[in-house]
């Protein structure tokens, strides 16, 4: 089919595609939150938890691949960084499209901060003095609001003013916290806190090696391409 290709033309296509798979598949961030949740006898197995993460896994993948299969095998080559663009503005579907991707992301949202918030609520109460445990009080939620709401504005303008693509924001981001989030902290807190065995420790060693990896070789190409060199 022209224009589709089963391998990756060259390695730096590869090396930005690679960030935002893993900044896409970052589901495990909630896992902690959500097995603390789940009955006794589910938290309490190994097997049931596993069955469970490859379940959910097994269904991000049925939902995502059919829509990126299908869309790239329909444009191929000509497919728009942001595949939104491929259609037309007045295209009734596109909109429909959309409205439905911005459901999705504001539904997801509460979901993929809820741990990291947990542990920035924690440090705020103990830094100001407060039961780490306790309620979210209204200084932090407003602090925090302001804070999430002045990145977002600071990134959105950066990204205007030097007319710099959406793709690329993603791609910095998942080659940066993408990799440190899904590969190289898991790697590090099992080193720390796993059994003392060779079969804990090179599995973290190669999670780790290729997080690093990825990290690196994603932030290069993608400030290549940001400051107009050649990707």
Not at 13 to 19: E, I, N, Q, T, V
Request: charged share 10%; glycine share 8%; hydrophobic share 55%.
């Amino acid at each position: 089919m022209a224009g589709v290709s089963l391998w990756p033309e060259d390695l730096s296509g590869m090396l930005k595609a690679l960030p935002l798979i893993a900044f896409a598949l970052q589901c495990h961030i909630q896992c902690a939150a959500v097995v603390t949740t789940l009955p006794h006898h589910i938290q309490s197995s190994p097997r049931r938890r596993g069955f469970m993460a490859f379940g959910a896994t097994a269904l991000t993948l049925a939902l995502y691949l059919p829509a990126g299969i299908s869309g790239f095998a329909r444009y191929g080559d000509a497919t728009n960084p942001d595949v939104l663009y491929n259609f037309d503005q007045a295209d009734g579907a596109a909109d429909v499209a959309r409205i439905c991707m911005a459901i999705t992301a504001l539904s997801a949202f509460p979901s993929q901060h809820f741990p990291a918030r947990i542990v920035l609520h924690s440090t705020y109460n103990r830094i100001m003095g407060h039961d780490a445990r306790g309620i979210i009080s209204l200084p932090f939620a407003l602090l925090e609001a302001a804070i999430w709401t002045a990145c977002a504005f600071g990134v959105t303008a950066f990204a205007i003013i030097n007319k710099i693509q959406l793709d690329l924001v993603f791609q910095l981001i998942g080659a940066i916290a993408g990799s440190s989030v899904i590969l190289i902290i898991p790697a590090i807190i099992w080193f720390i806190a796993g059994p003392r065995a060779i079969s804990t420790y090179l599995p973290a060693a190669a999670l780790l090696v290729c997080g690093i990896i990825v990290m690196g070789a994603g932030t290069f190409v993608t400030l290549q391409e940001m400051s107009g060199g050649k990707s």
